[in-house]
């Protein structure tokens, strides 16, 4: 595989030594919908990987745009199973579990990224499968299922993908039915923890070269490998089932019809989190009496007070003590996430003389419930549950084709889309009991001095969104070797929210108050607050690329990416709150080169780049007025600039063994950022020096690939390192109090950094000439336990975290018909 702006490279094979690696990608200068790719032998050397977009076809190393891409062979060979897999292997990509769900990811790209999961939050790194838009984060962490390609777009992609693509695009395509013959691939897996993965695929051409259908089912189960101390119940396990299946139909050579439909159930007691650090002050049982109950003493009644202080409080050194073990947690509540997606989609396609009419139109639901004990101890300080049911539905209409003496290539379309549906969440933690306790005289029928058991937040946002865009965008050929790409898409989006947030007595639905103690009463329906703002961009791409001579292609090119803005959900009784979030617009400038030598037998592609970000979103909490509280809240910093590289080198060095590695480096920093310390506060605060999330500077990444071919079939072995340096997971550099702000200790900032780690894999298998392939794999062979997902409470004093999975290893047999 080679990594950063090209597909992994394809080596030219004679049929006596069997098929080689290969990797596909899209170019997506043609059109919204990425083509299939096909691929052209170059004896001895680097093969060319044709990317085609309805009889529009390059090669990717024509294509002046940063990809990268992988077939499903080559997945398959990695031993990716989902997309944090495909990550692995993709410099400058990264992708985190959200702390609020494990199916739900953070994409991050040249510094960008979707910092919470949030309904009403949009990621800067768009998901396109099969052409359709999926707007959620929710459900993406699936099983690769019959994958065609995986590609990662890299910078703006806002002329034809559209919003929410500033930082790139991650883009699957599923396999097609063929017309033509039965096939058919039966795979079974067997692993470390009881690993079950077992799958099938059936393509059936029920009408020669008029009708077919192609069904995919996979089975994946395995026992969880944390066992918490106290009951010995195992956490983080697997049981997922997926299955799609796709029909076409095509009555003429020049029309067609795909339709499509795909299930993905996820099951798991997990995650399990486990205490990473917690600060010098005592733990009581049930709640957390720190500095932050002492404080309320001068508001709440001294009783009141005086009974916080004496509850249990063991030291924080016992509650640290229970989380050295990496296997082992300690939990009081159990962890549990179920997600259900469910994806319709119809296409239609048209090659006319004009050009090819594409016609795509979609469905997706999702649901998904996460139980989680967030502070990851047997206390009850910090449990958070959620509820998400989200639907979409889209659909564009796009025609591409060649024109002017085939001089002018083009790209043009419109797109529609609306969303709807609610995400709904509860904490139950030690901060909001004792801003309660603080205020209860304020709430009708409780006396002043009452002892309130433990409190809930509660957030619940239904949503109604809408969007609609336009494009087009062109190449002309003004020489042989110069071209300029050019493009305009305008966007326009209408977000609309109402909010029922407030307080509610633990593991009741009625609330007490209106999310904060502020409001003495429930001022209208259960806290119902109605918002809507509508948000607007015209975004761009133009670039000049030159061929200096057949295989040597150097480009220059500008875009600008756009990400919507939105409505904070988690917004509360302040008025300062309901501020919506400005649209995130990156301006972004790019030069690359690709090229290859000795008769294509190395590959090296280069790109540079720098962009300036205005309004990026980014969280941030804050305190609000009147209480001790703070508040989680989407706002944007004023200006943000990254500068960054991603390089790749594939080499054939025999007939039997191929090295490919690949680099980036990202450096984003705060130009300007300064924000409010709290809520409608006239005191701010410069942010310019906080951490970025989930942006490591370096990542690198190398693999050697070696086949050679036998009377009996074909042996194939390969080892590969993924680096990454190291990142931090909460982006702020200070502790908010009320009106005061105080630096984060070393430790504290350590505990949400996640170190620079080197992860090895390999397998070796044997591909016989009856079909039948045998391959022994293994992951995480060093076993590297490190903290990959850290969440810092800084209120609390404390961060969790989640680990990176043991080393596991295991056998897969498959046959191919």
């Known amino acids: 595989m080679v990594l950063g702006l090209a597909a992994s490279p394809v080596f030219a094979q004679s049929a006596a030594s069997g098929p080689a690696p290969t990797t596909t990608s899209a170019t997506p200068t043609q059109s919204a919908t990425p083509a299939a790719a096909s691929h052209q032998a170059q004896p001895g050397g680097l093969t060319d990987i044709v990317v085609t977009a309805r009889r529009i076809s390059e090669k990717l190393q024509d294509v002046p745009v940063s990809v990268t891409a992988f077939s499903g062979a080559d997945l398959q060979r990695q031993n990716a199973v989902s997309v944090s897999d495909v990550a692995n292997f993709t410099p400058g990509f990264t992708v985190v579990q959200s702390p609020s769900s494990p199916t739900a990811l953070f994409l991050s790209l040249r510094g960008q990224v979707q910092g919470d999961a949030l309904a009403t939050l949009e990621p800067s790194v768009g998901t396109y499968i099969d052409g359709l838009y999926v707007a959620r984060a929710y459900g993406l962490n699936a099983d690769l299922l019959d994958i065609s390609s995986a590609q990662i777009l890299k910078g703006p992609q806002g002329t034809l993908f559209g919003r929410n693509t500033s930082a790139g695009a991650l883009v699957l395509e599923t396999n097609k039915p063929n017309l033509d013959k039965l096939t058919g691939d039966v795979r079974v897996g067997y692993g470390r923890f009881n690993d079950v993965d077992a799958s099938a695929v059936i393509n059936l051409p029920i009408v020669k070269d008029f009708f077919a259908l192609r069904g995919a089912i996979l089975v994946h189960e395995r026992d969880g490998y944390i066992t918490d101390s106290n009951t010995g119940e195992k956490y983080n396990n697997i049981n997922n089932v997926t299955g799609r299946l796709k029909a076409l139909w095509q009555p003429t050579p020049d029309f067609s019809i795909i339709a499509s439909g795909e299930w993905f159930s996820y099951k798991t007691n997990g995650p399990a989190r486990q205490l990473r650090y917690v600060t010098g002050t005592a733990l009581a049982y049930e709640e957390l009496a720190s500095t932050q109950f002492a404080g309320l003493a001068s508001v709440a009644p001294p009783a009141v007070a005086a009974a916080l202080l004496q509850a249990s409080t063991p030291p924080a050194s016992q509650i640290g003590a229970y989380n050295t073990d990496p296997n082992s947690a300690t939990l009081d509540d159990a962890p549990r996430t179920v997600t259900r997606t469910q994806t319709y989609s119809v296409t239609a396609q048209y090659d006319s003389a004009i050009g090819t009419l594409k016609a795509i139109g979609g469905y997706r639901r999702v649901t998904d419930f996460s139980n989680i004990d967030l502070d990851g101890t047997p206390y009850q300080i910090l449990q958070t549950a959620g509820y998400q049911d989200l639907h979409q539905w889209s659909g564009e209409l796009q025609l591409t084709g060649r024109t002017l003496h085939n001089r002018l290539e083009y790209a043009a379309g419109v797109t529609y889309f609306t969303e709807a549906g609610y995400d709904n969440s509860t904490a139950n933690d030690a901060t909001s009991f004792a801003t309660f306790l603080g205020f209860a005289g304020a709430v009708p029928g409780v006396p002043a001095g009452t002892f309130i058991p433990n409190m809930t937040d509660s957030y619940d946002g239904t949503i109604n969104n809408k969007s609609f865009g336009v494009y087009g965008q062109g190449t002309y050929h003004l020489t042989d070797q110069l071209s300029l790409t050019a493009g305009l898409r305008y966007s326009n989006d209408k977000k609309s929210l109402v909010t029922h947030n407030g307080n509610a007595l633990y593991n009741q639905s009625a609330f007490i108050s209106c999310d904060l103690p502020t409001l003495a009463t429930l001022a209208n329906d259960n806290c119902a607050a109605a918002h809507s703002n509508t948000f607007s961009k015209v975004s761009y791409t133009i670039g000049l690329d030159y061929k200096i001579t057949p295989d040597v292609l150097v ?263």
Do not use: C
């Open 555 to 817: 480009y220059i090119k500008a875009g600008r990416g756009y990400r919507s803005g939105g409505e904070n959900l988690r917004a509360n009784g302040d008025p300062a709150t309901f501020a919506p979030f400005l649209p995130e617009i990156n301006d972004e400038q790019e030069i690359g080169i690709k090229s290859e030598f000795f008769d294509r037998r190395l590959r090296v592609n280069i790109a540079a780049y720098h962009n300036v970000i205005t309004d990026a979103q980014r969280e941030l909490l804050l305190g609000v007025p009147g209480t001790t509280e703070t508040l989680t809240e989407l706002y944007n910093a004023q200006k943000q600039r990254t500068y960054g590289f991603e390089a790749d080198a594939a080499a054939v060095l025999t007939r039997d063994i191929t090295l490919n590695a690949g680099t980036a480096y990202t450096d984003p920093k705060y130009v300007t950022y300064t924000q409010p310390i709290a809520f409608g506060s006239s005191t701010y605060v410069d942010h310019s020096s906080d951490f970025f999330s989930y942006a490591p500077k370096w990542t690198f990444n190398a693999a050697i690939d070696l086949h050679h071919t036998f009377a009996a079939g074909r042996f194939h072995a390969r080892g590969d390192l993924s680096y990454m340096s190291h990142y931090y997971g909460a982006p702020d550099r200070n502790v908010y109090s009320g009106t005061t702000v105080t630096p984060n200790s070393a430790a504290a900032i350590a505990s949400f950094t996640t170190p620079s780690a080197a992860i090895l894999g390999a397998n070796v298998g044997m591909t016989f000439t009856d079909g039948l392939d045998v391959t022994v794999w293994g992951k995480n062979l060093t076993n590297n336990r490190d903290f990959t997902n850290n969440l810092y409470v800084s209120s609390l004093g404390m961060t969790t975290g989640t680990r990176r999975e043991p080393v596991t290893y295991g056998i897969t047999a498959s046959y191919k018909f």
